[in-house]
Each structure stands twice: as C-alpha cells, then as structure tokens.
C-alpha cells in the first residue's frame, strides 16, 4: 500500500500570502490528484498530474509531479478566504488504487 | 447534473443490523471505489472494482462487502456494523487502461449506528 505524507496538517495563513502544502508519497505512482473538501461535504476534484513535471494551474491554486522525487505540491498565491477548506493528495498505484494523505486543514484568515 | 449519485445521504442504522448503501454512475466508468473516511480523518480503501473485478485492501474488515451488478451499480453491505463503522461512506468512479481521467466521487452517505 502506498504511504503519503501531506504537511503541514494545519495552516493557517492571512488573505493575501502566499504557501506551498507538500505531499510526499513512498512508492512509484503514475499519477497524483489533489481535491478539495469542505466541512461535511464531499472531495471535489481539483487537479490530476499524469507525468512526472506535469503543473497544473486553476485560480490561486497550482499544482505539480515530480515522480522521481515521489513528491507533489501544491502552491496557494495570494490567498483569500474562499480558499479555506481540507486539501488531500493522493497518488495512484499502478494497480489503480489511489490512497488519501493525511491531509491539510487550511484557514485564511481575513 | 450530477455523475456519481449516492442512496441515501443519510442512513441511520441499529448495531448489528444488515445496511446497504448505493452508488450509480453516469459515465460508464470501467472502475469503482469505496472509500471510508471517519470524522477528522483521511477517506481509507476499502476496495475497489475493475470491470468485474472485485480488489479488496487487506485491512478491510469482513464485515464490509460489494456487489457490483452492472457497469453502472455498485454497492456497500455492512453485514453487522459496529459503533466504530459510524463514518461518511463515498462511492467513486474512474477510467482506467490507456486513459486516465479524473476521478469523480459522489456525494457521499453518512451512516449513523445507534
């Protein structure tokens, strides 16, 4: 089974900065996607990385692969207070199973 | 419109009696997946399908089973739920083999055991 490790557990930052979540996984994954969840709710899809280098950007939020280092991130520009949520990673086996990090509990603050 | 639809989105359910939840999809995806995630926590495997192909984790307790009847069905039986199998429950679905997509989850079924 896949071992991901997402840091920080909790952020919480002011509107306007900036910040980088980390999503380190432990064996080979052919691909990686982020999602968002809200209190309550269910996850919402926000990115899938495919290759190693892929970058994927949407709004505020860009993500990126790098397969060799079994690493992914997820940078947040200038935040707002939209943004505040639950971000998972979650790398796929070659089996196509895909398991969830810890996650990151993010909290702009206005 | 929604792809990935989950019944109920609330399940209340007394200790130890059978509970079925279900998922149906709209876009013909080749492979689905039940997730268990407990409050505060991480969504956790419990299997998936391939077609067919029933994958279940190692860690997944008997108590837990699918059933996959068609593409288009797929469904979660508790056989005797616990206290601690109290947890949102989300169904997934993706392509896979050659291409993949996305993977779009449902909005989940939230089962309380009393």
């Known amino acids: 089974e896949l071992k991901v490790e997402q840091n920080p557990l909790f952020l919480s930052m002011q509107e306007g900065k900036n910040y980088t979540i980390y999503c380190n996984y432990s064996?080979?994954?052919?691909?990686l996607y982020w999602y968002r969840q809200d209190p309550g709710k269910s996850l919402e899809s926000l990115f899938v990385?495919?290759?190693?280098?892929a970058v994927k950007q949407e709004g505020r939020l860009m993500a990126s692969l790098d397969t060799k280092a079994r690493l992914s991130t997820l940078h947040i520009t200038a935040a707002v207070h939209d943004l505040s949520a639950t971000y998972f990673c979650?790398?796929?086996?070659?089996?196509?199973?895909?398991?969830f990090g810890t996650g990151t509990s993010l909290t702009v603050i206005p | 419109d929604a792809m990935v639809i989950q019944n109920p989105r609330y399940q209340v359910t007394q200790f130890g009696k059978p509970v079925t939840l279900s998922c149906s999809q709209t876009?013909?995806?080749?492979?689905m997946y039940w997730y268990q995630q407990k409050s505060s926590q991480a969504p956790k495997l419990l299997f998936h399908?391939?077609?067919?192909?029933?994958?279940n984790e190692a860690d997944t307790p008997d108590n837990f089973q699918s059933r996959r009847p068609n593409t288009s069905f797929c469904f979660l039986d508790i056989r005797s739920p616990g206290l601690g199998d109290a947890a949102m429950y989300l169904c997934?679905?993706?392509?896979?083999?050659?291409?993949?997509?996305?993977?779009?989850f449902g909005q989940g079924t939230r089962l309380t055991v009393v």
């Open positions: 997934a679905t993706s392509r896979e083999g050659g291409f993949h997509t996305e993977a779009f």
């Open positions: 064996t080979t994954s052919d691909r």
């Open positions: 990385l495919l290759s190693n280098g």
């Open positions: 979650a790398p796929a086996n070659t089996g196509n199973q895909f398991y």
């Open positions: 876009l013909n995806h080749n492979v």
């Open positions: 399908y391939y077609d067919k192909d029933f994958n």
